[in-house]
């Protein structure tokens, strides 16, 4: 498995010097078939989308205990032995950064992703801010830091608004930062504000491509639950015609 120094390393390696036109494309793999399929395919890592993994376990996005999460990223890690995979730790289940850092690297992930906001609205972002320190001292350098920004999906359409939450989160040790469902047209401005690489969201077979993402400003590409999704809408469909 690709775990430990090399592992988060070769991941984040992955991140700088790449052609605008080439994003890293992360698939999410929500269990270990489908991350084998994924890294069949030859993608050079995985990250899985807490809401794909919630509902293969049979919960609603946002419900899956903590326990299961990280067993799920644990299989997922194992069933793929050379792919780096980060992992969706949604808003770090009230876990102090030293037991999240502890259990993250348990599993075997190389990175996760931290959201800023809860189902009460945002958080203030100096304190999210400083609670990302901590992850990251309690880290040092085996993980890599995707620092979710929720402003587009709480209502807040400023750019500016998610460049100062995105310098915050840098300056307190994020490798890369997320301004998840950003408007397209905005994403040059983002690009233009924003150190460091930049996870943009995209739905597979709708919008731009992954290299158009990447021309406007994507370093990588995550797709959300959007895979698991698709699959889920292809069984459905085999599902109905078997009853035909």
């Not at 992360?26 to 919630?54: H, I, M």
């Not at 299961?68 to 032995?81: H, L, N, P, Q, S």
């Not at 969706?88 to 950064?97: H, K, S, T």
Request: charged residues 25%; glycine residues 12%; contains cysteine.
């Amino acid at each position: 498995m690709v775990t430990g120094p090399d592992g988060v390393e070769r991941f984040r390696a992955l991140h700088h010097g790449r052609a605008a036109d080439d994003p890293l494309v992360l698939p999410g793999p929500w269990d270990a078939a489908s991350a084998r399929v994924f890294a069949a395919a030859g993608f050079p890592a995985l990250a899985t989308p807490s809401a794909g993994v919630a509902a293969s376990l049979g919960y609603e996005d946002g419900a899956t205990p903590a326990d299961e999460m990280f067993a799920a990223v644990a299989r997922i890690v194992r069933a793929v032995e050379d792919v780096p995979v980060s992992a969706d730790v949604e808003g770090g289940y009230g876990l102090a950064p030293k037991e999240l850092v502890e259990r993250l690297l348990e599993a075997g992930a190389v990175g996760c992703n931290l959201e800023d906001s809860t189902d009460a609205g945002l958080k203030d972002p100096q304190e999210h801010a400083e609670w990302l320190a901590g992850v990251r001292e309690a880290a040092g350098g085996r993980l890599f830091l995707n620092a979710r920004i929720d402003t587009f999906i709480r209502g807040d359409d400023a750019p500016e608004a998610a460049i100062e939450r995105a310098a915050a989160y840098v300056a307190a040790g994020a490798d890369c930062v997320y301004p998840i469902a950003a408007p397209v047209a905005v994403l040059p401005r983002l690009r233009a504000g924003i150190r460091g690489p930049m996870n943009v969201f995209a739905r597979p077979g709708r919008g731009p491509s992954p290299a158009e993402l990447g021309g406007l400003g994507a370093t990588r590409i995550t797709y959300g639950p959007g895979l698991q999704r698709h699959a889920e809408r292809a069984v459905r469909q085999v599902a109905t015609r078997l009853r035909t």
